[in-house]
């Protein structure tokens, strides 16, 4: 089996949902789909019966996918007070996947009773990736087996990197990359990743650099996938911890952990993007995590930032498992307000996705050695 395994849901669109919201209006709808006993989620649209989600939604595989599993799919209409309400499902066959390795369907909605909806359809994509040692089903864009690195494009900006980035061994043991005598600046937007050897740094700057040739100098395809994987000693008690991602004016939320500092969210979030290489890697991602339940100009616990060329600039465009310094977004020298451990994987032409293991640190891991 491929190193990385999993199975992912792209959620493109539906047509004609009706509404069981208040009369003359239109549902609100999401969708919700269960696999494996781990139900995940889109976003939702207000009044829209033809929504046009194009959301992914990924599950981390332990074992070889089976012909006989199914997807159990249910749109749901938000409901901003109680319980969201049924509007339609349908249940989906893995067998075709598992043989080819992706296959987009178009399923027709059923109502409770399982009769059809008349004209109400849900359009999806799945794919399986690791099918076959890694080799997905027949595609027009089958990946290229070596990854092209991409070096950021300088900025105008300047700033002094604060950020602590540490790496948790298999053993659990933390280890720092950057010590207070090495700080540099760097050029960019945010609070970015200290650098521990600023001449390591610019070589890699160079190696990146030799390789941008081979990217197209025209609006591309990127994704980005964050893995929030846990968060440990949130400032803070009796916490409704959540965390949020910022990406371009695109931002999506882990489910919320109730009464602790060191929440397990394994959240992973998919970010889509059509953009010209230069500037995809000038644009900042921001980790938020907060407290929902305190008022809203109160909920920010602490947050991270760091542009997307950094981690494209890493080997196979990726960061696995760092833990992230969070500080005061409105001043980032404050003492720290909590630690956050995170996968980025910035997927461009190419690049094959990464897998981030959904473990969690030992309980006497020691962040702050």
């Not at 995170?342 to 891991?365: C, F, L, Q, R, Y």
Request: proline share 6%.
């Amino acid at each position: 089996m491929a190193e990385s395994t999993s199975l992912e849901v792209f959620v493109k669109s539906a047509q004609n949902i009706p509404n069981v919201d208040r009369p003359g209006g239109n549902s609100d709808p999401f969708v919700a789909i269960t696999f494996q006993g781990q139900k995940k989620q889109t976003k939702w649209f207000k009044d829209q019966p033809n929504p046009e989600w194009n959301e992914s939604l990924i599950w981390d595989l332990r074992e070889p996918l089976e012909p006989a599993e199914q997807l159990k799919v249910v749109v749901l209409d938000h409901e901003r007070v109680g319980w969201p309400q049924f509007i339609g499902e349908t249940e989906v066959s893995l067998a075709e996947v598992v043989q080819s390795g992706r296959k987009v369907f178009e399923e027709q909605l059923k109502d409770k009773d399982g009769n059809i909806i008349p004209d109400a359809r849900l359009t999806m994509e799945i794919k399986y990736h690791g099918h076959q040692d890694g080799e997905e089903g027949a595609s027009d864009d089958e990946p290229d087996k070596k990854a092209r690195p991409l070096m950021r494009r300088k900025s105008s900006r300047k700033l002094t990197v604060r950020k602590k980035l540490k790496i948790v061994e298999p053993s659990g043991a933390a280890s720092d990359v950057e010590s207070e005598a090495d700080t540099e600046d760097v050029e960019g937007e945010g609070h970015l990743f200290r650098i521990a050897d600023m001449a390591e740094f610019e070589k890699s700057e160079m190696r990146h650099s030799s390789a941008r040739a081979n990217l197209p100098d025209k609006p591309t395809d990127f994704q980005i996938r964050v893995h929030i994987v846990e968060g440990r000693k949130l400032e803070g008690e009796f916490l409704k911890a959540m965390a949020k991602v910022f990406i371009a004016g695109q931002s999506k939320e882990t489910p919320v952990r109730q009464g602790t500092s060191n929440p397990y969210w394994n959240e992973t979030m998919i970010f889509n993007f059509k953009e010209h290489p230069d500037l995809m890697m000038d644009k900042v991602v921001e980790i938020r995590v907060l407290n929902t339940r305190k008022l809203l100009k109160d909920a920010v616990i602490g947050s991270f930032k760091f542009d997307v060329g950094l981690a494209y600039n890493e080997p196979d465009h990726c960061f696995i498992h760092k833990w992230l310094l969070l500080t005061d977004p409105e001043d980032s020298s404050s003492s720290a307000k909590g630690y956050v451990k995170v996968s980025i994987n910035v997927i461009g032409p190419g690049d094959e996705p990464k897998h981030s293991p959904a473990t969690m640190s030992p309980d006497n891991v020691d962040i702050e050695a």
